[in-house]
């Protein structure tokens, strides 16, 4: 079994990126992000490498389905990972369907169907006891969050929810009617009005009409994309 100070260049940075993008994510990249991140034009050579990653001990590899790949052995000045932060098998993952696009920003027309079809594989900690039916992601467009750790391009896991069972800071897409718009903010009851706040300090809330404003979901977990 080699160690880490014997690896490539290209095997050290694939594990560096993998290990950061696990933290971040809950779950491992996929080959393409892994060729983006490590300047590796090619998907064999990517794969080639991770063979060999598998051949030195580093890492576990699944082929009964994409992202299935595990880090088994904590890179050097790390402390090895608890349960919650080691990348698991993607044979435990649940698909959840990408619904589109939100705006954390100014609200802009209802749900942007791009990626409407599409399916993010998420972890089953990022749901909790949340029914998977009940469940759905939209990419973010806009840094309206930005201080909720919440950038343009993330993606947002979200549960069904209607404004009724909606609490006070509560983050939430939320769709109003008299525009036909939809925008991502913190949810608050303000006297006669609901508040959409930012978390952004450029931002101004936006204060609607309660019977205008309707809860489509509330935030569970954000999958943030690698910068």
């Known amino acids: 079994m080699k160690d880490f100070s014997k690896l490539s260049k290209r095997q050290k940075n694939i594990l560096t990126f993998m290990d950061g993008y696990v933290v971040d994510h809950g779950y491992p990249p996929t080959i393409r992000e892994i060729g ?3 300047d590796i034009n090619s998907t064999s050579v990517v794969n080639y490498n991770l063979n060999k990653l598998v051949d030195a001990g580093f890492l576990e590899r699944s082929d009964r389905v994409s992202r299935g790949m595990r880090l088994v052995r904590p890179l050097p000045g790390k402390e090895k990972k608890d349960d919650k932060t080691t990348v698991v098998l993607a044979d435990s993952f649940i698909n959840i369907p990408l619904r589109g696009q939100i705006v954390a920003g100014l609200p802009v027309q209802i749900f942007n169907d791009s990626d409407a079809g599409d399916v993010i594989p998420v972890t089953p900690f990022m749901l909790g006891k949340v029914d998977t039916s009940d469940v759905y992601a939209l990419r973010v467009k806009g840094d309206s969050m930005i201080d909720a750790m919440i950038a343009d391009g ?3 896991i979200l549960k069904s929810q209607e404004t009724v069972n909606t609490k006070n800071g509560d983050m939430v897409a939320v769709w109003l009617d008299d525009r036909n718009e939809v925008t991502l903010k913190y949810f608050y009851r303000d006297g006669d009005r609901v508040r959409l706040q930012p978390a952004n300090p450029y931002l101004d809330p936006i204060y609607v009409d309660p019977d ?3 809860v489509q979901g509330k935030v569970l ?5 690698a910068r």
């Open 36 to 38: 983006m991140a490590t």
């Open 154 to 156: 993330d993606i947002i």
């Open 212 to 214: 205008h404003c309707h």
């Open 221 to 225: 977990s954000v999958i943030r994309q």
